[in-house]
C-alpha cells in the first residue's frame, strides 16, 4: 500500500532563516506530486506541483520553491522566511491525472 | 477569484440529528468534486466524490447532492456523530488540467 510521509511535524523559525520542508511517497511510481498551504482563515491554496523528476509548476508567486530530486520526493523550500509564511502545510500525491489527492500528515510552520 | 464556495464557516449540529454542509462553484467546466475531512493538525482524508452525470451519490452515512443548474452541491450525514467534528472540504477538479480546487471549509461541531 502507498503511505506518504512528512517531516518536521512541527518548525519554528525566525524570520529571515531558510527552509526546507522534506516529502516522500512509498508504494507507487511516477507519482504527481503536490504541495498546499493551509493558512489562518483561508482553504487549502495549491503551491506546486510536479509530474515527474524536475518538473515543477507554480501556482501562485510568492517566497518559496519546490524541487522534486527523486521520483518519490518533494522538497519546499525557502531562502528567507517571511512571516506571512506561517501555515500548516501539506504535501500530497496522485496516481496520474486522478481527481484524488492523498495527502500526508502535514508541517505546522510557525515564523516569528 | 474563488471558484469553490464554502459560505458558512461552521456548522454545530446535535448528535443523531442530520448535518448539512453546502458548497457553491462558479466553473462550469468542473466535471467532478470530492469532499474531505480534516481533523486538527492532520491531513485531509477523502470523504466522498460526485460526477457531474450524476445528481447524488450515497455511501453509509455520507450522501452528496449535486445540482448542476444551480451549480450547488451538499454533503448530508444522517445520523451526526461526535466523531464527524472535523473540518469539511469541498474540492472541484476539471478534467482538463486535472487540477483540484478546495474551498475554505466548514467546521463541523457535532454536539453529544
Known amino acids: 500500500s502507498q503511505t506518504i510521509h512528512q517531516w518536521p511535524a512541527t518548525l519554528v523559525q525566525p524570520v529571515g532563516s531558510p527552509l526546507s520542508l522534506e516529502c516522500t511517497v512509498e508504494?507507487?511510481?511516477?507519482?504527481?506530486l503536490y504541495w498546499y498551504r493551509q493558512a489562518a482563515g483561508r482553504g487549502l491554496q495549491l503551491l506546486f506541483y510536479?509530474?515527474?523528476?524536475?518538473?515543477i509548476s507554480s501556482e501562485v508567486p510568492q517566497n518559496l520553491s519546490a524541487s522534486r530530486p527523486q521520483d518519490r520526493q518533494f522538497i519546499l523550500s525557502s531562502k528567507k522566511l517571511l512571516l506571512s509564511d506561517s501555515g500548516f502545510y501539506l504535501c500530497?500525491?496522485?496516481?496520474?491525472?486522478?481527481?484524488?489527492?492523498?495527502f500526508g500528515p502535514g508541517t505546522r510552520l510557525t515564523v516569528l | 477569484d474563488q471558484q469553490v464556495k464554502q459560505n458558512s464557516p461552521s456548522l454545530s449540529v446535535q448528535e443523531g440529528r442530520i448535518s448539512i454542509l453546502n458548497c457553491d462553484y462558479t466553473?462550469?467546466?468542473?466535471?467532478?468534486f470530492l469532499w474531505y475531512k480534516k481533523y486538527p493538525a492532520e491531513g485531509p482524508t477523502f470523504l466522498i466524490s460526485?460526477?457531474?452525470?450524476?445528481d447524488k451519490n450515497e455511501d453509509g452515512r455520507f450522501t452528496v447532492f449535486l445540482n448542476k443548474s444551480a451549480k450547488h452541491l451538499s454533503l448530508h450525514i444522517v445520523p451526526s456523530q461526535p466523531g464527524d467534528s472535523a473540518v469539511y472540504f469541498c474540492?472541484?477538479?476539471?478534467?482538463?488540467?486535472?487540477?483540484?480546487?478546495f474551498g475554505k471549509g466548514i467546521t463541523l461541531s457535532v454536539r453529544p
Open positions: 500530497a500525491w496522485s496516481p496520474g491525472t486522478s481527481s484524488r489527492r492523498v
Open positions: 508504494g507507487t511510481s511516477n507519482p504527481n
Open positions: 510536479s509530474v515527474g523528476i524536475g518538473q
Open positions: 466553473n462550469s467546466m468542473f466535471d467532478y
Open positions: 460526485i460526477s457531474s452525470i450524476k
Open positions: 474540492a472541484a477538479h476539471t478534467g482538463a488540467n486535472s487540477k483540484l480546487t
